[in-house]
């Protein structure tokens, strides 16, 4: 292979250690993504004149959900043979534990699927404005113009984790994950994703700042969903497939996942633009 062409990707597992324990760099992105979106809410909330007593439980609902979706759907849409073929299977779908033949070790959570997380964290956000007494279309507005930024992080880590990897490509160019004991390029489809989340946020940062009154009319929450799935829905396709079941299908279960998605996402949408020109007229 021409070693211009392709990069050997083998980082180390851990960031560094924090009092003793591994930091992972998985983990970490995960904190930075959630961070930034805390950070980024946090302002729009501020933008709509919202109060910080209003904001403080969003975190831990949107949090919560996210984790619990992403963990669950990750299960069901794509292990569910295995989950729920014992009830030690059972249980390390619940918990961030595996059972061995020496006993119970702690693995953290390995698998969590976008798609659960994002039917999750919505789950999440219709409770937190039932509690709180707010729209929940202008809280999730504020929570899908950060989105993105999250997205991509998670992307990085999976990325330093050298999992859901692309499809080998066939030529000297690519990522060699020597992780995987692998000696061929794939497409670093992790890397794709990421820089297509980025891209998404500056527009749809850019079109927040010039109308902030769109919040509430359901037009970032559509273009978010609208523009990460169907992005999702093609990058799939020099992905390789997570679950070997997956073979021999036309689509695979991130793109089947995804449809969905887009097409509540056009509907809102189009919905917004609707409600926004009327109360322009």
């Not at 021999?248 to 509907?267: K, R, T, Y």
């Amino acid at each position: 292979m021409n070693s211009l062409l392709y990069i050997v990707w083998n980082p180390p597992a851990e960031a560094f250690r924090l009092l003793g324990l591994p930091i992972r760099f998985y983990s970490l992105f995960w904190i930075i993504g959630l961070v930034c979106a805390y950070f980024l809410v946090k302002k729009f909330y501020q933008d709509q004149k919202l109060t910080q007593k209003q904001y403080e439980p969003l975190f831990i609902y949107g949090f919560i959900g996210i984790l619990i979706g992403a963990r669950l759907g990750h299960c069901i849409f794509y292990e569910p043979g295995y989950y729920f073929a014992s009830f030690p299977n059972f249980i390390e779908m619940l918990l961030p534990i595996e059972f061995t033949g020496n006993g119970v070790r702690m693995t953290g959570y390995r698998g969590l699927a976008s798609h659960g997380g994002t039917i999750g964290v919505f789950i999440g956000l219709w409770l937190y404005c039932r509690k709180q007494k707010l729209s929940l279309l202008r809280v999730i507005d504020m929570v899908c113009v950060a989105t993105p930024v999250t997205a991509a992080a998670i992307r990085l880590g999976n990325l330093m984790n050298s999992e859901i990897v692309g499809k080998a490509t066939g030529s000297d160019a690519g990522f060699v994950f020597a992780q995987l004991g692998e000696d061929f390029p794939r497409y670093p489809a992790q890397l794709y994703e990421a820089i297509a989340y980025l891209m998404i946020f500056a527009v749809i940062y850019s079109v927040y700042r010039k109308h902030m009154d769109w919040v509430g009319s359901g037009f970032y929450f559509g273009f978010c969903i609208t523009s990460i799935f169907l992005f999702r829905f093609f990058i799939e396709f020099c992905k390789e497939i997570q679950s070997p079941w997956e073979k021999g299908l036309a689509l695979d279960m991130g793109q089947l996942l995804s449809i969905p998605f887009v097409i509540i996402g056009v509907w809102l949408i189009v919905r917004a633009l609707g409600i926004i020109r009327k109360d322009k007229k």
